[in-house]
């Protein structure tokens, strides 16, 4: 079903990420993934060979806070795969204490959104040269919680975790919507998802007393296989590719917040995102 295809993936080196990589790879599918730390980047890539060997897997890394990082791994991807079938957004986190990357962004909305707009923002020549081609942004119904202040996205004003992780995920269904529509045209797809609240290393970085409430609440979460089967479901299903733009739950539409669905807000955040990355860029 997967045989050939290639699927560039963040986050495939634990929880979700890692399971669906692991599924997709022995679909027959060569998996590129982008990874942080180089241990666990190594072991992920032991696992992809020993489950499915002899394909080409490969690894790439880079520290996806910082956009200038991003941009690299882009090009340097781009330049090794001579074409891309998937890319798949999942690596995310939420922070219990406000912080800022070296672009001046606050670190949820750097990782949770930006790295994905600027990601697929240089991987998208490739992925429309392998037409008919998908784009994956991992989101959450937690977006339910989120409000995009545009006048405040960097939440100077008021930081409350669970609230700001809200917001991008948020962003991530924007973005979904409106990518959708830029590349309905030219054979790339793009969906959104919600994998539920499994019990995966998310949150692990929170730190403080959120982070320790995120470590109880987990012994109630589901497991992360449960997570993984709506990204394997939008990589591999024929029914999956019949919707574009769409946002899932349990391999089924999701449903969304009035705010999710405002294509005049996906556009301005767009616009916003193209702004932030053109500063990075000088």
């Known amino acids: 079903m997967m045989d050939g295809k290639v699927i560039v993936m963040t986050g495939a080196t634990s929880g979700i990420g890692q399971i669906a990589a692991e599924r997709l790879a022995g679909m027959g599918a060569r998996l590129v993934i982008v990874a942080r730390d180089r241990v666990r980047g190594a072991a992920t890539l032991a696992q992809l060979e020993a489950r499915a060997p002899a394909r080409g897997h490969a690894v790439h890394y880079a520290d996806l806070l ?22 798949v957004n999942n690596a995310g986190a939420m922070f219990s204490r406000r912080a800022v990357t070296e672009d ?12 994905y707009f600027v990601l697929t923002a240089g991987l998208v020549g490739r992925l429309v040269a392998s037409a008919p081609a998908r784009v994956i942004n991992t989101a959450s119904n937690a977006h339910r919680k989120g409000r995009l202040d545009f006048d405040d ?11 700001v992780y809200g ?19 030219l054979g790339v797809i793009a969906s959104s998802f919600s994998p539920g609240f499994v019990a995966t290393r998310f949150g692990d970085e929170a730190g403080g007393g959120h982070g320790a409430f995120m470590r109880v609440a987990k012994l109630f ?11 394997v479901w939008l990589a591999s299903s024929a029914d999956a590719a019949e919707v ?21 807000l996906a556009r301005q955040l767009w616009a916003e995102s193209e702004a932030v990355a053109l500063r990075a860029s000088s």
């Open 167 to 185: 917001t991008s995920k948020l962003c991530n269904i924007l973005f979904t919507r409106e990518l959708a529509g830029r590349l309905s045209d």
């Open 153 to 163: 996205l960097q939440s100077e004003r008021s930081y409350r975790p669970f609230a």
């Open 221 to 231: 979460a589901g497991r992360p296989q449960q997570g993984a089967e709506t990204l």
């Open 66 to 87: 910082r956009l200038k990082e991003v941009k690299r791994v882009a090009r340097e991807i781009a330049a090794a795969q001579p074409r891309i079938d998937v890319l």
């Open 244 to 264: 574009n733009g769409g946002y899932f739950y349990h391999s089924r539409r999701g449903t969304l917040t009035a705010d999710a669905q405002d294509d005049v």
């Open 104 to 115: 001046g962004l606050e670190r949820t909305f750097a990782l949770n959104h930006m790295a």
